[in-house]
């Protein structure tokens, strides 16, 4: 598809090409905002054309310097959607970007397309349960093996654990911060883990599920990744009415997931395409707001008699190492936090239930706020001692901070703490 744009994106900041870039009103009708391309597929100008186009996208053939494929079908392309990849590859200054029907379709189809049988991928803890689910007991079956790390292991620990495999290492997968904990992993660290396996012949990638900063907080290709995914669903969609995904990077890591979506068919559709493009253009203002929020709250928490500890990486302290890798890493501490209330289950359920204006809900990064028990929702397939052993205890809420007035969302705690 021909690039519509001919403002060079270099010269501008993400938020001021949000509303422009990709999009020419002349050719739909001179709407000021993209229309949805609500078609399966789209007419070939001639039989060469469209036999030429199927070359380029199966790979038979490669474009020639500016040639521009035409759109074949939904499935494989749309206009919306190839806007939204634009657009959203611009925030993390990322030579291309995919999108899928959801964050597991984007995280799933980067496993599939970079692993092979044989391998071993080193996969963070703790990680979002979904993406447990699939490394743990999924791509086993599959002939694919992993191994675990945190935070407090070294690169040679890792290493060792890999090594201890006999296998090939296929992938270093990192979330962070991790889902609930916030705890970080260092991605320069997981980057040269990636780089003692490469060979000449097979770069091992590091990816890394940047969800809970997104790209306003945290750029992890410029930290040694090769590939980031999202649950567009979150901060990117922000608004609770829409299930996105996304993988971003260079072209060579990227298009051999694009082409893995062709065949596995979960690509996001033109509909939702043009929510995500609508939300890229408040995504900022978004996340500002709710990293602001999330300080008051946490703050608020961290003074509470009922309150045992805070999660929330702006409380981390010079002098902690963990602190000096916030520093080196992240762009601010995000919108997530956890807390353990004094208690257990029992105390952390009348919380929840206590609360007015927070939703007791899973998932996060929507404008309104969210609360959730990890241990029991979330992540309650790695059961209650396991969950424990990562910090995620039974007295462990989960709190998603929206747009809402800081002063209500502290009324709010204040008073399901007090009820607890
Ligand atoms: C960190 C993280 N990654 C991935 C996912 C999966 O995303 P989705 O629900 O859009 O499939 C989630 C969902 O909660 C998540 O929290």
């Known amino acids: ?163 201890a495999t006999g296998r090939r290492l296929g992938m270093v997968y990192a979330e ?75 072209h060579a890591m990227i298009d051999p997931i694009r082409a893995m979506r062709t065949f596995t068919g979960n690509m996001t559709n033109p509909f939702t395409a043009w929510l995500l493009m609508r939300s890229l253009t408040t995504l900022r203002l978004r996340m500002e707001q709710q990293a602001e929020n999330a300080r008051r709250v946490a703050d608020f928490l961290r003074d509470h008699p009922k309150v045992k500890s805070v999660n929330y990486l702006g409380h981390l302290a010079a002098g902690d190492p963990r602190h000096d890798l916030y520093k080196r890493q992240c762009l601010g501490a995000g919108g997530m936090i956890s807390f353990e209330i004094t208690g257990g289950r029992a105390d952390a359920y009348r919380f929840l239930d206590a609360l007015r204006l927070f939703k007791l809900a899973v998932s996060l990064g929507s404008v309104d706020s969210l609360a959730e028990h990890p241990c029991s929702m979330t992540h309650c397939e790695a059961g209650v001692e396991a969950n424990a052993a990562k910090g995620i205890t039974e007295s462990l809420i989960r709190l998603s901070i929206g747009v809402e007035h800081p002063d209500d969302l502290v009324a709010d705690v204040g008073q399901a703490l007090a009820r607890a």
């Open 1 to 163: 598809m021909a690039k519509w744009s001919d403002i060079d994106p270099a010269e501008m900041h993400p938020e001021s090409l949000m509303m422009t870039y990709g999009f020419r009103p002349e050719w739909s009708e001179g709407a000021a905002s993209p229309p949805i391309f609500q078609t399966s597929t789209f007419v070939f100008p001639s039989a060469a054309v469209g036999a030429r186009c199927f070359e380029i996208a199966y790979g038979l053939s490669e474009p020639l310097p500016d040639e521009h494929s035409d759109l074949i079908y939904s499935r494989l392309n749309n206009p919306g959607m190839e806007m939204a990849e634009d657009r959203l590859a611009l925030w993390d200054r990322a030579e291309t970007a995919a999108l899928f029907s959801s964050g597991m379709a984007a995280i799933t189809t980067t496993l599939w397309a970079h692993l092979r049988p044989g391998d071993v991928v080193a996969a963070s803890s703790p990680i979002y349960g979904g993406t447990h689910h699939f490394i743990e007991t999924v791509l086993p079956q599959y002939g694919i093996e992993f191994i675990r790390f945190d935070h407090h292991d070294s690169a040679d620990d890792i290493s060792a654990r890999i090594t």
């Open 176 to 250: 962070t911060p991790a889902n609930p904990t916030n705890d970080l992993i260092d991605l320069q660290r997981c980057a040269a883990v990636a780089a003692r396996f490469s060979t000449p012949e097979r770069k091992v990638p590091l990816a890394v599920d940047n969800t809970f900063l997104g790209p306003v907080f945290q750029h992890p290709l410029e930290h040694g990744a090769d590939i980031v995914v999202y649950s567009a669903t979150k901060y990117l969609g922000g608004h609770g009415d829409l299930i996105a995904g996304a993988a971003l990077g260079s």
